[in-house]
């Protein structure tokens, strides 16, 4: 396994991939298009991004397959039977001089039922990433090589990194993008009109049931984004800068799995997820 710093910036070549994946952005084919834009660089047969660590919600937000049957999310189950919670292929430092980190490794350095439940199980031979540090989880965005395909070589290793940095923040903005339609806004509505209802030490145990090592500046600033006051509403309440908050909720928000509000009122007022 090979790990290095994400440094560099698109490459010769990639202008056109990223274009395409660009027109795509908020759109239901955007998984798809990032694979078919990528296989002049690097012909992966399928790709993944999630954020996973020991002390958050593995979340699979985006995958998709090229030219074989789709069994990614059969790979993502598969990881969370088990192999997640002693999978140190990523090793991510926290005190690493780049928070963002690239990764190659082939199937046969990953051990005992990692490599067997996930890689052999469903033909995959080989992966590069990029993978960004967040607090104690780290977000990833994969490409893996199936047995049918020839291993990833040093040219195309060389593009994935020139395309490392746009790959993340595209992927980071799909996900932004297609958490704030219709279904998230009446998961809002609903949230908004029961948390009215709901004391707000009821909030609390509620979000320490979710999460026990939410902080007590962490439960603040959860109950009073779900009693509806903006995060500026929050930094007024509570006498803290909004940097702070900003803070506390992205901390809080890792720890309960989630990246948006809709999300929180969905999680702790047991709506239907959006």
Known sequence: MRQWQA???PGAGSGEAIGGMIQSLGQ???QAAVLDAMQPLVPAASWSVYRTGLHCRPTL???ASRGIPDRTR???WAYLSGPYLRDSSFGVEAEAPSPVRLCHIQAQEIVGEHRARVYEAHGMAERVSVVAQEDQAVFAVNFYRHEHQPA???PQIAAFEAMALPLLELARKHIALTACGPRSSLVLEEGSRIAATMPAGQ???RLLELSGDLTARELDVCVRLLQ???QDGVAADLGLSLATVKTYRNRAFARLGIHFRNELFARVLRLSPP
Do not use: V
């Open 228 to 230: 509806g006051l903006t």
């Open 74 to 76: 059969d790979c993502w």
């Open 152 to 154: 990833f070589s040093d």
């Open 61 to 63: 937000f985006l995958s």
């Open 28 to 30: 239901a084919g955007f």
């Open 203 to 205: 909030m609390r145990e």
């Open 7 to 9: 440094l560099t910036g």
